[in-house]
């Protein structure tokens, strides 16, 4: 039953990602010198904290390096679009749950001027 709960949960979530608008994308100026260290994440650990989920991103060795707070929405659009990434990457899904996996026939819609080819 839960994971029925999950994968409706999920295709919501997906539908509502390809209705909403692109955001605006603002890129660092030159004046911005901020340097931060490049992490690649092994791990993420879920907690949820009252109504949102928190996620800990961590290194090889199990050190947080990043912390994100969301509403449950979010994350299973932030988990959509890592699935996604995953897939064009074409890196192993095994580890992905399957109630996550069933709805990726759904996709966005190509953006204006492009062509989505299946």
Not at 22 to 43: A, F, I, K, M, R
Request: glycine residues 2%.
């Amino acid at each position: 039953m839960q994971r029925v709960h999950h994968s409706f949960a999920q295709q919501a979530a997906q539908f509502a990602l390809q209705q909403s608008k692109e955001p605006e994308v603002q890129h660092p100026s030159e004046t911005d010198n901020v340097q931060s260290p490049v992490v690649l994440v092994y791990g993420v650990e879920i907690t949820k904290i009252e109504d949102h989920l928190a996620l800990c991103l961590k290194d090889v060795h199990g050190h947080v390096h990043a912390e994100l707070s969301m509403p449950a929405q979010a994350l299973r659009q932030w988990l959509h679009i890592l699935r996604a990434q995953y897939t064009k990457a074409q890196w192993h899904m095994t580890d992905w749950p399957e109630w996550l996996l069933e709805h990726s026939a759904i996709t966005p819609q190509a953006p204006s001027g492009s062509a989505l080819l299946h």
